[in-house]
């Protein structure tokens, strides 16, 4: 238990679809991001936010939109997804930006794009 | 952009032998480095880190070596056992920026 939880942790989802992926922290960190990580493939970051605000949207297509109502919960809003975009779905918090320690990251959504 | 790939993409070692895992990275700016491990169906966790001015840090039967010169990182592990089998993967951190490796699939044969 990281004390990063992630909902769905399965999702199959047709390409007109919208959906939502959750994830909370209880770690009072006030860094959270999320990351793609595809097989073969180093994780790549997508979004960063850091007390609310976004701080990094690593051109991710707009399909992708993100939300961080509080420092504890972000959302990551799906649509019109392509098949393409099947992958594992991470997020993970930090107390602060920077190189100050770890990622704590939650279990992950596995998305399905049919 | 930055580079951090590992040697080999996959591991076999014996119950009770020690593994080592590489991983290579490209900025030599670079000042602090991460191990994570990460298991079937799991997020990745964190095992092990070490900064630039260091060259060695042991965790429980774990090593983490940094080895500046040629740019280089290794974590190892001792006495591995089933439970080690996973996915590993470095991180090298520049400012607030992570990069990641793709990983070596570590398998323990009993």
């Known amino acids: 238990e990281t004390g990063v939880t992630q909902t769905p942790r399965h999702l199959v989802m047709g390409m007109t679809n919208k959906k939502s992926l959750k994830c909370e922290q209880h770690?009072?960190?006030?860094?959270m991001y999320w990351y793609k990580q595809s097989a073969k493939k180093p994780l790549e970051l997508m979004f960063v936010y850091n007390f609310k605000e976004q701080t990094e949207n690593n051109s991710v297509p707009s399909r992708f939109s993100p939300e961080c109502p509080n420092s504890s919960h972000l959302f990551l809003h799906l649509h019109t997804l392509q098949p393409e975009d099947s992958a594992l779905y991470l997020c993970?918090?930090?107390?602060?930006?920077?190189?100050?320690?770890?990622?704590?990251f939650g279990e992950g959504s596995r998305l399905t794009v049919l | 952009g930055e580079s951090v790939g590992l040697h080999l993409p996959t591991l076999s070692v014996q119950e009770g032998d020690n593994s080592i895992i590489n991983c290579a990275y490209s900025?030599?700016?670079?000042?602090?480095f991460i191990w994570y491990k990460q298991e079937s169906g799991k997020g990745p966790q964190f095992i092990i880190d070490i900064r630039s001015n260091m060259d060695k840090r042991q965790g429980q039967r774990v090593t983490v070596l940094l080895n500046k010169t040629v740019k280089h990182l290794s974590l190892q592990i001792a006495a591995t056992q089933p439970g080690d089998s996973a996915v590993y993967f470095c991180?090298?951190?520049?400012?607030?920026?992570?990069?990641f490796g793709t990983g070596t699939s570590l398998t323990v044969i009993p």
């Open positions: 770690l009072g960190h006030n860094a």
């Open positions: 991180a090298e951190i520049t400012g607030i920026q992570f990069y």
């Open positions: 993970a918090s930090s107390p602060r930006l920077g190189n100050t320690g770890e990622l704590f």
């Open positions: 900025n030599s700016a670079s000042d602090y």
